[in-house]
Nanobody
């Protein structure tokens, strides 16, 4: 069982930057692909970025390509999401979870952390 604690969300202006952190407490965390998801008001949860177990592969959704970067530090059981050039459309609660596989968009666990709120507004 893996538990997640997300942090780093804040109020930011358009064009600003934030770095989110996801700390996984389970021993399986560093052996698993991990994804960042977000849920905007009135919208379905969507995968925004993913990274393979040791970080050799990563990808982000087209809408954030060139702006967001996902990295991980397995020594700290942490996955990061660096968000640059923020846009109001990035406003959402951001969550992390392990993936069933790197090639999947589906989370492996039904339990989620509390998420971290990102608000982009002038």
């Amino acid at each position: 069982q893996v538990q997640f604690v997300e942090s780093g969300g804040d109020l930011a202006q358009p064009g600003g930057s934030l770095r989110l952190q996801c700390v996984g407490s389970g021993t399986l965390f560093r052996f698993s692909a991990v994804a960042w998801y977000r849920r905007a008001p009135g919208k379905e949860r969507e995968l925004v970025a993913k990274i393979s177990n040791y970080g050799a592969a990563n990808d982000v959704v087209d809408s954030v390509k060139g702006r967001f970067t996902i990295t991980r530090d397995n020594a700290k059981n942490t996955v990061y999401l660096q968000m640059n050039s923020l846009e109001p459309e990035d406003t959402a609660v951001y969550y992390c979870n392990v993936l069933k596989s790197y090639h999947s968009t589906e989370p492996a666990y039904d339990s989620w952390g509390q998420g971290t709120q990102v608000t982009v507004s002038s």
